[in-house]
């Protein structure tokens, strides 16, 4: 009581140790003769419970163990077989640890048309409330700015006509709107938070992509180019689907029973007012006839009348012959 039993060594059971002929025989049955080879060891699992080893000999398997667990009542000198497994040895080859693929993703792995959810608690990106892209208190500490005292500064600097064709060169190339991955991509690089802006003349059409799984990291992008790797880009959650709900209780009255009419004659001209073609109309007309008459062979007990189906299709055509006339 109160002893760690995980803590404790088992002792070697002498009987389950000697079954080794019948372990081999259950992995066998398990896998065929020609696949088991030699035993190689035996392990107690607890008491009265070990598991033999023997080799794999199948080619797709080189390096992997047939594990046969054997066990025993207390006091009893019975062995059972309980389990036939295959288990890896230390040089079987084996699949490696499953990894999520948030962290399998890799630099240059996102192509075009690729989309990469960003997760919601991404410690790389903050809320844009914050202020923490202004360029304004970034620009004072800038090595560029307090340097403009003649003759301390840069000799030359960038001309219109150089700016001009660096940002037509930046905005036509693999980083610009009529890029390939900018076209598949569903939104740009001015609605990203892993866009770095720039100050200057050239800050409001350009900036620096800061995803490192983005292509375009570290590079100069234009506002409207974009990639699978936006930072507003999460995976959509579904919504199942609201199962019917059977009203097991309740129910609804329906009126089945059919309308009693006096005079049969009636109906034709109530089908008339309804706006029924002409056929309906002697169908109709036809089916109450026959149905007259059967009712007056029941009464009559006369049973040698024709199929009522049959009269009505009779008297469509009779009717039907009278309109033609």
């Known amino acids: 009581m109160g002893h760690n039993r995980g803590m404790q060594k088992v002792l070697d059971d002498q009987q389950l140790g000697a079954a080794i002929e019948l372990a081999r025989e259950a992995a066998v049955i398990e896998a065929e003769a020609a696949y088991v080879g030699e035993h190689l060891e035996m392990a107690m699992e607890d008491e009265r419970l070990a598991t033999h080893l023997f ?13 046969v ?10 062995i059972t077989v309980c389990d036939v497994v295959l288990l890896p ?48 208190t970034a620009s004072s500490a800038s090595p560029l ?48 938070g892993f866009l770095l802006p720039i100050g200057g003349p050239l800050g409001q059409m350009f900036g620096v992509c800061a995803n490192l799984i983005a292509p375009a ?9 974009g990639c699978g790797g936006h930072s507003e880009v999460t995976l959509e959650v579904s919504v199942p689907l ?30 008339i007012a309804a706006g029924l073609g002409d056929e309906t109309l002697l169908a109709a007309g036809a089916i109450l006839e026959v149905a007259d008459a059967t009712d007056s062979a029941d009464e009559t007990g006369d049973g040698d009348t024709d199929p009522p189906t049959l009269d009505a299709e009779l008297a469509v055509e009779e009717r039907q012959d009278d309109t033609d006339n």
């Open 217 to 225: 990291d570290g590079h100069v992008v234009a506002m409207n180019y």
């Open 242 to 271: 609201a199962e019917n709900a059977t009203d097991e209780f309740g129910w609804d009255h329906l009126d089945l029973t059919a309308p009693d009419l006096d005079d049969a004659e009636q109906l034709p001209e109530d089908l």
């Open 89 to 136: 040895g230390p040089d079987s080859l084996v699949a490696p640890p499953w990894v999520p693929w948030s962290e399998r993703v890799q630099p240059g792995d996102l192509g075009v048309g690729d989309v990469l959810v960003t997760p919601t608690d991404d410690l790389r990106l903050i809320a844009g409330l914050t202020g923490e892209d202004d360029l304004e």
């Open 55 to 67: 080799t794999c000999l199948h080619p797709g398997y080189l390096g992997w163990r047939w594990a």
């Open 145 to 192: 700015n307090g340097f403009w005292e003649l003759g301390l500064g840069r000799v030359r600097v960038l001309s219109v006509v150089g700016r001009d064709e660096a940002a037509e060169r930046w905005f036509e190339g693999d980083m610009g709107p009529s890029a390939a991955m900018a076209k598949s991509a569903t939104n740009n690089c001015s609605t990203c």
């Open 69 to 78: 667990t054997v066990a025993r009542a207390p006091e009893q000198d019975e």
